[in-house]
T-cell receptor, first 113, second 116 residues
Framework: QQQVKQSPQSLIVQKGGISIINCAYENTAFDYFPWYQQFPGKGPALLIAIRPDVSEKKEGRFTISFNKSAKQFSLHIMDSQPGDSATYFCAARSAGTASKLTFGTGTRLQVTL | GAVVSQHPSWVICKSGTSVKIECRSLDFQATTMFWYRQFPKQSLMLMATSNEGSKATYEQGVEKDKFLINHASLTLSTLTVTSAHPEDSSFYIC????????????FGPGTRLTVL
């Protein structure tokens, strides 16, 4: 199974709150899990990525939590800001130089004042 | 991070004409580039994988004769939409994988194609 399931489809969070987006996968061959942020009319930008040898990775206000046994990973945005309002995509990729990213369906985040 | 550029950023063409979109990796060499298509409020759909010096690999359901891909150098891939029709109107995004720089996949800014 190549599918990556992402939830929720949309999310509204107040400024200063925590935004949490979840993804689940089936393919145990996946070994790279990036998150991308996309603003309207722009290409996706890499936000943060993790490999399955660690359970958590933090970069500034963004944290990935990874649960290998459950085949789940999540993005946490701390102290959410209106500028974080965008669509977020999780993705997964297996090893190999020619392997492809499999994307989740996306989560539209709106951070309100 | 590494930069991937696309040109043009938007294009309007008449039905039946062909349109070429360029994708360049500006500060790294990319043996593999990817072309995606994205409809409004939807996820990215991989169209094809472009391999430098060889034929592209197309995803199931993507017409190879309609979407011509050429990867002539380690920094340039082109997508040509031939005999464009209104249903080809979409947001096309290229991506390149930096195998030496953390094996990260970077995306271009996208090209908005409108076929009249």
């Amino acid at each position: 199974q190549q599918q990556v399931k992402q939830s929720p489809q949309s999310l509204i969070v107040q400024k200063g709150g925590i935004s949490i987006i979840n993804c689940a996968y089936e393919n145990t061959a996946f070994d790279y899990f990036p998150w991308y942020q996309q603003f309207p009319g722009k290409g996706p930008a890499l936000l943060i990525a993790i490999r399955p040898d660690v359970s958590e990775k933090k970069e500034g206000r963004f944290t990935i939590s990874f649960n290998k046994s459950a085949k789940q990973f999540s993005l946490h945005i701390m102290d959410s800001q209106p500028g974080d309002s965008a669509t977020y995509f999780c993705a997964a990729r297996s090893a190999g130089t020619a392997s492809k990213l499999t994307f989740g369906t996306g989560t539209r985040l709106q951070v309100t004042l | 991070g590494a930069v991937v550029s696309q040109h043009p950023s938007w294009v309007i063409c008449k039905s039946g004409t062909s349109v070429k979109i360029e994708c360049r990796s500006l500060d790294f060499q990319a043996t593999t580039m990817f072309w995606y298509r994205q409809f409004p409020k939807q996820s990215l759909m991989l169209m094809a994988t472009s391999n430098e010096g060889s034929k592209a690999t197309y995803e199931q359901g993507v017409e190879k004769d309609k979407f011509l891909i050429n990867h002539a150098s380690l920094t340039l891939s082109t997508l040509t939409v031939t005999s464009a029709h209104p249903e080809d109107s979409s947001f096309y995004i290229c991506s390149a994988r930096d195998l030496t720089g953390g094996d990260t996949q970077y995306f271009g800014p996208g090209t908005r194609l409108t076929v009249l």
